[in-house]
């Protein structure tokens, strides 16, 4: 088989269609990052833009083809990174339309990046280089106006920009905001902060004279935006004392018609102290933060320690809701709190009737497997302290069809009479138009109270879902699915009924039920990682594979 030089496969590149070329460089765009994304990005990130670049400089013919692609999903993960790409579209006003993404992991509060990102804008802005001398740095009217905007101009001389190093990250992403029209999809990391004060920061500053009243002269910014993803740092565990992310920047976007996809990730939204008080729900918003969330159809609360009061007043106001995922903080919901009117039940309630899809997921930060950790849950137990919050309104949910839940917020700690009051009829706590169901075992401290009661908590599992296949026949006419993520069996149980409820024919038996129902059963081994505990091969287990593992 002959072999072909790289030479020979441009010139074969550049023989294609237009069209069939399009096609072809459309395979090296990645999908928009996710939320949650760390600033060590995959390495498909670096490969496949290296290659769109490599593209760029081949030949005049592959160049624009290419760069279309190149500027399509725009990634900027450190300061020096926003400086060069606030230095490309402030000097080349062809490339601002091409971006239909745009992702901010930069940190936007390290005085230290803001130098080092400041120094390398001012090599590229008098560099003699002809890659960064775009024909005498002329800027034009529209670059004009986002520099005196933000104030970044302190002289006029030959067109540069003569700016300034304090906050300079932030000013290069808020710039490249007014500066990329055509932008869907933005992902922002937005600075972590030390103290608890609300909504007054420097971000919010900036960000408004970017965004803020009076609009620029070309128009209202960000008109195309339809998903706005918000995230703190993914390496910070715990409270982020980030000020109350829902504050920083919404207020600033409230004139994006098109918004429809609003994310947070790791939003602790306005505690003034670890704990909520009853002065926090007295911290106003002014009234036009809320007016925007009535156009929201998709919202998602990620890894959320948002205080009670501000989660109940922000689903108030996301009246078209259709979806909703919300993966929440159990202390955050504790009976412990000063505000026990604040439940998840009265959250949930303005959203219940119109909402189709549900993800609603509880995690503690736990507080470890040690004898110390013991003594506090055993003290829980013997006192019957309400800790966490459950949700007894699912049944009001009439439009719902697709739903996520844990047994810790649905039935609560294992010890509780709830939950033995609700085994007799599972199928009666659901909505009545569910087509789809995924129950998550959860409890205390991740495992601990499960692996302290197995016994009795399998005895209880088996007895419920055995009762639910029968009930799906009448109570559930709609559900065709069933998704069942529980703890992996623990090597060395001695208990011969927790050993036969996670065995292979109980399960197979499970399944047969629910078949018998219309229902598909689909078994999944919940990840544990506090307890050493044996994990099978698949995390995936359905009827056809436990035969060939015979």
């Known amino acids: 088989m002959p072999s072909f030089h790289q030479p020979m496969a441009v010139a074969t590149l550049q023989a294609l269609p237009s069209e069939l070329l399009c096609l072809i460089l459309d395979n090296l765009v990645l999908a928009p990052l996710p939320t949650g994304s760390r600033r060590h990005l995959p390495i498909p990130y670096y490969t496949n833009r290296g290659a769109l670049v490599n593209l760029c400089l081949t030949s005049r013919r592959l160049n624009p083809h290419a760069t279309k692609f190149l500027y399509r999903n725009i990634v900027v993960s450190s300061s020096s990174q926003c400086a060069a790409l606030f230095h490309t579209l402030l000097y080349s006003p062809h490339l601002r339309r091409l971006a239909r993404s745009f992702a901010s992991l930069a940190p936007l509060n390290s005085p230290d990046d803001d130098e080092d990102a400041y120094q390398f804008f001012e090599r590229l802005t008098f560099s003699r280089n002809s890659r960064f001398f775009h024909g005498g740095l002329y800027l034009d009217s529209h670059a004009k106006e986002v ?23 932030q000013h290069a992403v808020a710039a490249a905001m007014l500066l990329m029209p055509d932008v869907q999809d933005m992902l922002l990391e937005l600075a972590q902060h030390t103290d608890y004060t609300f909504f007054m920061n420097d971000d919010c500053i900036i960000f408004r004279k970017a965004l803020g009243s009076p609009p620029p002269s070309w128009g209202v910014p960000l008109t195309s935006l339809h998903t706005l993803r918000l995230q703190s740092d993914p390496d910070i565990v715990g409270f982020k004392a980030d000020a109350g992310m829902l504050a920083i920047l919404i207020p600033e976007l ?22 909520e008080r009853a002065a926090d729900a007295m911290v106003a918003y002014p009234d036009s933060f809320w007016h925007f969330l009535g156009q929201v159809r998709n919202l998602k609360l990620d890894k959320s320690q948002a205080a009670p009061s501000t989660v109940v007043k922000l689903l108030a106001n996301c009246h078209n809701l259709d979806h909703l995922t919300w993966t929440f903080r159990q202390e955050a919901w504790s009976g412990m709190r000063d505000l026990p009117d604040v439940t998840l039940d009265k959250a949930l309630r303005p959203i219940a009737k119109n909402l189709r899809s549900l993800h609603l997921e509880s995690y503690s930060v736990g507080f470890g497997c040690d004898e110390d950790a013991a003594e506090m849950w055993d003290l829980l137990e013997v006192y019957q302290i309400d800790m966490y919050d459950t949700i007894s309104s699912l049944h009001d949910f009439t439009s719902l069809e697709v739903l ?38 959860r409890s205390y401290n991740d495992t601990y109270e499960y692996y302290k009661t197995a016994a009795a908590h399998d005895q209880w599992l088996g007895s419920l879902l055995g009762r639910f296949a029968e009930a799906c026949k009448t109570g559930q006419p709609l559900l065709t699915d069933f998704i069942l993520r529980v703890f992996p069996p623990e ?31 689909w078994w999944h081994w919940e990840q544990v990682e506090r307890l050493q505990v044996v994990k099978p091969q698949s995390t995936h287990v359905n009827a056809s594979d436990w035969q060939n593992q015979q």
């Open 254 to 275: 409230l004139h994006a018609p098109n918004l429809r996809q609003l994310d947070f990730y790791g939003d602790e939204g306005n505690y003034t102290h670890h704990w």
């Open 404 to 441: 996520t839940i844990d047994m810790m917020t649905l039935f609560g700690p294992c010890h509780r009479q709830r939950l033995r009051e609700c085994a007799a009829d599972l199928a009666a706590l659901l909505p009545p138009r569910l087509t789809r169901l995924e129950l998550i075992e």
């Open 491 to 521: 090597r060395g149980w001695q208990d011969p009924f927790a050993v036969y409820f996670r065995s292979k024919s109980s399960i197979l038996d499970l399944m047969d039920r629910f078949s018998k129902a219309g229902v598909r059963l």
């Open 147 to 169: 520099v005196r905007r933000l104030n970044m101009s302190f002289g006029e001389t030959s067109g540069h920009v003569y700016t300034r190093s304090r906050d300079f990250t």
